[in-house]
């Protein structure tokens, strides 16, 4: 009883530490001073007037009246040792992200910290960014070094930090490097990416030391490597896609005439194209994130947290049929078999092939993370002789490898949400050189070496289905006379995250 009573003890005391370094506590154990951190994040102020003013104007010109009067002047003005710049999604986390930015704004200048409903990140890359460098190009010491230690934090789920990072990935295509490392708030639902990169599955706006804390993780942590995976959208013109901030319409795509399709290709295209960094996924997990995603925002009073959020998410499973489709017999809830070919094309080879697909697939998930679904793992911690059997690896987020698994009826997914089984395993891809357009070397571990990899939809009885890229849905309209094209191709650059802990949460 003794030993029995010491060992709570210990217990108790070990979680009161716990408690105390995370509430008051920095990294590396010492406790945050807050005026020392606010100095070490805070730009000079001719610099976030002149960022202002280029992005309120859309002209990087706008600002230069403030290097004259500031960082032109006479006396030398110094770098911060960290600046930062904050990302709010006001509508993540159950409507709380409005309240971490004004406690941003509070605790930093309000030049340094942007709701993504008022400034989108293209739009500070653009100008604010481009407004900075403009002044490095003249000779501003102060500029340079801002410029060069600048990081950006996201306070937003998957798919506002995707959207930012797709945009910060428009600086290594432009020559514009160096990149700034990307922190992470986890306000979303799932918030994978979060949980991937050591920043957890949420974020309490309950403790009064939040704020510094976030703040100074995300100057002193590591950084860390992310895949990310180009994605182009080929359908037939004529049909309106509404589609999330992460897949724009771009120009046509000329699409691989060896490939062997059903029927012919329509004479004219439209062709969206985006970038994916935790998943893209079609079929029924994507037709229940899109119902949410309808219901948040028509009855935003409905989804006012995490917990909230959940139960939502349940009723749609069930009320979209994937928990009873085994007992229906309405083919619009039929396997993804009837509308989905998938098709590869082996390296130093011209002729596509097609690869079997199970009828009992209502779901096909493209994974780059382990985390899925608020930190599962589907695709499963498979045994070594499992991995050799099948020619597959263990995955990890700058592996250039992309998981390829399936989800059966709602039962399936649910056990492997539990991790109780793994998913259905289809295929694993690697991509071994930088993507080039008619020069890009992929393989596939699982039975094949492949040059591409493609979808291909074909509407049938259905004249819809769902897709969803990083947990941002959308429905994508099918035409029963030509089919439509999904292409994934890995982006031949990296982007760089800060890791908030040294392992995974």
């Given at each position: 009883m003794e030993s029995s009573s010491g060992s709570e003890a210990?217990?108790?005391?070990?979680?009161?530490?716990v408690l105390e370094s995370i509430k008051g506590c920095s990294l590396k154990g010492v406790r945050i001073a807050k005026?020392?951190?606010?100095?070490?994040i805070t730009m000079p102020e001719y610099l976030r007037f002149a960022m202002r003013d280029a992005i309120a104007s859309k002209d990087i010109e706008a600002g230069k009246h403030h290097y004259d009067g500031g960082g032109g002047g006479a006396t030398p003005v110094v770098a911060p040792e960290s600046p930062l710049v904050v990302f709010v999604n006001a509508k993540s986390g159950g409507r709380h992200g409005s309240e971490l930015q004004n406690r941003l704004q509070k605790f930093m200048c309000d030049e340094q910290v942007f709701d993504l409903h008022n400034i989108k990140p293209h739009e500070f890359v653009q100008y604010g960014l481009a407004c900075i460098e403009s002044f490095v190009d003249i000779g501003d010491c102060c500029a340079k070094e801002?410029?060069?230690r600048l990081r950006i934090i996201v306070a937003g789920g998957d798919g506002t930090v995707g959207w930012v990072l797709g945009c910060l990935g428009e600086l290594h295509e432009r020559g514009r490097d160096p990149v700034p490392p990307?922190?992470?708030?986890?306000l979303g639902t799932g918030n994978d990416l979060s949980r991937s990169f050591g920043w957890?599955?949420?974020?309490?706006?309950k403790w009064k030391a939040a704020v510094k804390w976030i703040l100074d993780?995300?100057?002193?942590?590591?950084v860390a490597r992310l895949d990310s995976w180009d994605f182009v959208i080929s359908m037939p013109a004529g049909a309106e896609l509404d589609t999330p901030h992460a897949l724009k319409h771009t120009e046509e795509v000329v699409l691989d005439q060896d490939l062997d399709i059903e029927g012919q290709l329509p004479k004219e295209v439209s062709c969206y194209q985006g970038v994916f960094y935790n998943y893209f996924s079609i079929g029924m997990d994507a037709q229940v994130a899109y119902g949410f995603h309808q219901l948040r925002n028509e009855k935003p009073h409905l989804a006012q947290g995490r917990i909230a959020n959940k139960i939502i998410y349940s009723g749609f499973c069930c009320k979209q049929g994937w928990f009873f489709t085994p007992c229906i017999n309405d083919p619009g809830l039929r396997g993804l078999k009837?509308?989905?070919?998938m098709h590869i094309k082996k390296l130093n080879s011209t002729k596509w092939e097609l690869v079997t697909l199970s009828s009992s697939i209502r779901s096909i998930v493209a994974l780059n993370l382990p985390n899925y679904a608020s930190g599962r793992n589907p695709w499963g911690n498979l045994k070594p002789e499992y991995l050799e059997k099948k020619g597959f690896v263990e995955a990890n987020s700058d592996d250039g490898l992309l998981e390829i698994f399936g989800l059966k009826q709602g039962w399936h997914a649910s056990f492997v949400m539990a991790e109780l089984i793994s998913a259905k395993h289809i295929a694993q891809v690697k991509i071994t050189s930088s993507f080039c357009l008619n020069n890009v070397v992929v393989y596939v571990v699982y039975g094949w070496s492949a040059s591409a990899i493609r979808f291909e939809l074909r509407g049938g009885t259905w004249r819809e289905c769902f897709m969803q890229m990083d947990g941002e849905p959308w429905k994508q309209p099918m035409n029963n006379e030509y089919s439509t094209f999904l292409d994934i191709k890995r982006v031949p650059f990296q982007s760089i995250l800060v890791k908030g802990e040294t392992g995974n949460s």
């Open positions: 210990s217990m108790t005391k070990s979680k009161s530490k005026d020392e951190l606010r100095r070490k801002t410029r060069e990307t922190a992470i708030i986890p957890g599955g949420s974020f309490s706006i993780r995300a100057i002193n942590g590591p009837n509308i989905l070919r």
